[in-house]
């Protein structure tokens, strides 16, 4: 078969690796792709956001099946046309993928399904979002209803921050339209988790449990970044929290989005707050987690391109996927300043010698070649993936594995996983 994956990350290099793996691929290209896939696909410079030119490369190229890595192209309507040209592709179409693009929309779901979710308001008035805060109880949490590149959402602590949040949003636009509209919620407590399941429109598989570290320093403070590393399995998800999310949330959101009209196929991600037991969601996202695909994926014992596959043929209820029973952990390093502004062109090293240890892969994100050099290129600029027979082990093999590798101005937190050590 050739396949073509959609995006440049280090979950898209996660993927490219999995889906290498299969005897079936004959061969894999990767737009835009980055200098790590560059090992496993041939990188096409086509953006991930350009529908019509990657069509038209899909056509050309005889792609049996395109992988899509990234929510942009799925809210954009990729999988709708892709379709259209007789394409096959695994991914929601535009009508399901709004689950991710539209807060609102996620809400309004959720609240028709009854999942279980925090209560919300919305607005687009800024006097009126504030006389709401003057009546809610701190914290609250402020949202853009639409993509703001996980930068929407804010926890407001005092009426000061809650205040800057939805001056931001709705009076200096600085999520431009898709903050033209906000989504005031209530206050989880609890311990996050993400569970990401296939599904095919009807039927659902989750994979096995995750947990992202959002928070740029140790011990979660700091801001909120794209995720500085994650561990799977997460013991806070146990076998009865998971048969919670399966019955509550993942089995009424595939039956509702079916007779919404909108089923939905591909990687649903739910981002889950669990207290006492008890899930609700906290956000659901149209496509596979970064970095927890780079902690997932290595786990994964079944052929990738089969379970697209049956995900796209509506046959997943029929088929078997199987996890090894190790634990995997990834530690991302970034660049010193991320999430807001970093130096860039700074020369790595001792990714191949990271990466020659058993069992432990090196994703690339904001990486470039430079110069014949391998220099950063981005805030996050890989991820170290390490098995190992448990979360402690895992841990260990992923420190030993990222402290090989170094560039100046090297950010990495130290205390990835250790959430998951305290529950065992
Ligand atoms: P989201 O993009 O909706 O996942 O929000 C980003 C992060 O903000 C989440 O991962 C949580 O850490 C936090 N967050 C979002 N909504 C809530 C909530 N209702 N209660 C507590 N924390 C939240
Ligand atoms: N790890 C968070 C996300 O993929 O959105």
């Not at 402020?142 to 949003?169: C, F, M, P, Q, Y």
Request: net charge neutral; proline share 4%.
């Amino acid at each position: 078969m050739n396949i073509l994956l959609i995006g440049s990350g280090g979950r898209e290099q996660a993927l490219a690796w999995k889906i290498k793996q299969s005897p079936r691929v004959e061969k894999l290209y990767c737009a835009p792709g980055n200098p790590g896939i560059a090992a496993l696909a041939e990188n096409i410079d086509i953006a991930a956001d350009n529908i019509s030119g990657l069509k038209e490369f899909a056509l050309a190229n005889k792609i049996d099946l395109t992988v899509v890595g990234p929510e942009i192209p799925l809210t954009l309507g990729i999988v709708d046309e892709f379709q259209a040209a007789g394409l096959r592709i695994f991914g929601p179409g535009k009508a399901a993928a709004e689950l991710e693009g539209s807060k609102l929309f996620a809400k309004k779901i959720m609240k028709r399904y009854k999942i279980p979710t925090a209560n919300h308001e919305v607005f687009e008035d800024a006097q009126k979002a504030l006389e709401h805060i003057y009546m809610s109880r701190l914290p609250v949490v402020i949202k853009a209803d639409g993509l703001a590149a996980g930068k929407g959402v804010t926890v407001a602590h005092s009426l000061v921050e809650a205040k800057r949040a939805i001056n931001a949003a709705l009076k200096d636009k600085v999520f431009g339209a898709a903050g033209a509209r906000i989504v005031i919620e209530e206050f989880l407590s609890g311990e996050e988790a993400s569970i990401l399941a296939f599904c095919d429109g009807e039927h659902f598989v989750p994979m096995v449990s995750a947990q992202d570290h959002k928070a740029v320093y140790d011990e979660d403070k700091g801001p909120n970044t794209g995720g500085m590393g994650a561990y799977s399995p997460a013991p806070v998800v146990t076998k009865e929290v998971l048969n919670t999310v399966n019955e509550t949330i993942f089995a009424p959101l595939l039956a509702g989005m079916a007779k919404e009209g909108a089923p939905y196929k591909g990687v649903l991600y739910a981002g889950l707050m669990i207290n006492n037991g008890v899930p609700k969601v906290v956000e659901f996202n149209c496509r596979f987690g970064d970095p927890e695909t780079q902690a997932v994926l290595p786990r994964l014992q079944t052929d990738i391109i089969d379970i697209f596959e049956a995900c796209i043929d509506g046959k997943l209820a029929a088929k078997k996927i199987e996890w090894a029973d190790s634990a995997a952990v990834c530690v991302v390093l970034a660049a010193d300043g991320y999430p807001g502004s970093y130096e860039k062109d700074k020369e790595i090293s001792g990714i191949e010698a990271a990466a020659a240890l058993p069992e432990t892969f090196v994703f690339q994100s904001g990486t470039a070649q430079k110069d014949g050099k391998l220099v950063t290129s981005g805030g996050r600029v890989l991820g170290v993936t390490a098995l190992g027979a448990d979360i402690k082990t895992a841990i260990k093999n992923a420190y030993k594995a990222a402290d090989l590798i170094s560039f100046s101005g090297l950010h990495k937190r130290t205390d990835i996983g250790k959430k998951a050590l305290a529950r065992l």
